[in-house]
């Protein structure tokens, strides 16, 4: 066979033909659009798993993606302590209050008058009397046994009575199997202003 330039030209055509005809299916798949699918046709199947987003699917479908609220976590660390505020206003001034009692009259000379009795061991007793000077009135007395070690001061008894304005007695009970005490009575005295 001979091949003349008609022949060329058909050869030419028809790969030009060809190539048009094999690329336009390509184009065509990429021109297909969601109006141009029928509803209901496309399904799971015919979707590339991992290929859509959130935002491809509708309000509703997204909102079923939610599960269930989790536990709370644990509390976080406590937050620094903020600067101080600003000074509150002053408050009202408050009622006045109401008038005090009279005060006692006035002392003055105070002394203390100390008188002191042996007491023998083994349940002894001993009474110790003490009187203020005259014109002074006694305030109060107490009654000790200052050589005493502090363990045996469950062994030993005291008891302070007033016997008038000016003085006091003191009796006192020495339980110690071994060691005599020795009971002191201290009365404070003072002048006491009419």
Known sequence: MRSTSRTGLAIAVAVIALVLSAGAGATASMLITGKQIKD?????????????????????????????????????????????????????QGLPGIQGLAGLPGLSGLEVVRRTVPIPALSGTGTVAAACAEGKKALSATASYGSAPLASLNQLFSQVTRTSETAFTATGLNALPVTPQVLTLDVVCASVAN
């Open 40 to 92: 209901g046709t496309i399904t799971s199947r015919d979707v590339k798993n991992r290929s859509l987003k959130v935002k491809d699917l509708s309000t509703a479908a997204a909102a079923k993606l939610k599960g269930s609220t989790g536990p709370a976590g644990p509390a976080g660390p406590r937050g620094a302590t903020g600067p101080a505020g600003p000074a509150g206003a002053a408050g009202a």
